[in-house]
Antibody, heavy 126, light 108 residues
Framework: EVQLVESGGGLVKPGGSLRLSCAAS????????MNWVRQAPGKGLEWVSS????????YYADSVKGRFTISRDNAKNSLYLQMNSLRAEDTAVYYC???????????????????WGQGTMVTVSS | EIVMTQSPATLSVSPGERATLSCRAS??????LAWYQQKPGQAPRLLIY???TRATGIPARFSGSGSGTEFTLTISSLQSEDFAVYYC??????????FGQGTKLEIK
């Protein structure tokens, strides 16, 4: 079964740090770009960060740039998000999501997040 | 940054009826648009990619249309399990993916 399982969430004080993990199974993890997406309580989805299959390309939303670091270990089928200098506005459920290139014909291939984990809650509060 | 605007914020529809959800991009995203469904306490699920192609296992009552800046998700005959929040997402401005704010589809 294709699966993503996040862990590492919890309660942390403002200015603190936390490291999230996402364990992948059921597919060739090293072949896919991966993403972190978050959702504040009662709010919509916000893309946070992306990492290519070989870690060659890494991108961040402006809201987390300089504070969060995405990484992966293909040998361990794992994705990580190191979160430093946490703020109250970082409080959210954090999802990892697989990015796939989908379509039938080469001329019409599209990217989408086709597999999501169940999420892990991060609460930043004093 | 491309801003995605969904309307309406809440849509009340009776089971068996048709639901039409809209998503507008602040600039053209071609057909690089996806739709996701999210039920309470669950992760989002991919419904549509490439603006109009159903993802694996998605029932035929879900259909997507549009290109450029205007997109529509149509659910032809609502089932009880379809009441959820729906998000559109653009990936034309890769890798700065952006989501719409969501449309809550509720039972009338």
């Amino acid at each position: 079964e294709v699966q993503l399982v996040e862990s590492g969430g919890g309660l942390v004080k403002p200015g603190g740090s936390l490291r999230l993990s996402c364990a992948a199974s059921g597919f060739t993890f090293s072949s896919y770009s991966m993403n972190w997406v978050r959702q504040a309580p009662g709010k919509g989805l916000e893309w946070v960060s992306s990492i290519s299959s070989s870690s060659s390309y890494i991108y961040y939303a402006d809201s987390v740039k300089g504070r969060f670091t995405i990484s992966r270990d293909n040998a361990k089928n794992s994705l990580y998000l190191q979160m430093n200098s946490l703020r109250a506005e970082d409080t959210a459920v954090y999802y990892c999501a697989r990015e796939s290139r989908l379509g039938v014909v080469p001329a019409a291939m599209y990217d989408a997040f086709d597999i999501w984990g169940q999420g892990t809650m991060v609460t930043v509060s004093s | 940054e491309i801003v995605m605007t969904q309307s309406p914020a809440t849509l009340s529809v009776s089971p068996g009826e048709r639901a039409t959800l809209s998503c507008r991009a602040s600039q053209s995203v071609s057909s690089n648009l996806a739709w996701y469904q999210q039920k309470p306490g669950q992760a989002p699920r991919l419904l549509i990619y490439g603006a109009s192609t159903r993802a694996t296992g998605i029932p035929a009552r879900f259909s997507g249309s549009g290109s450029g800046t205007e997109f529509t998700l149509t659910i032809s005959s609502l089932q009880s399990e379809d009441f959820a929040v729906y998000y559109c997402q653009q990936y034309n401005n890769w890798p700065l993916y952006t989501f719409g704010q969501g449309t809550k589809l509720e039972i009338k």
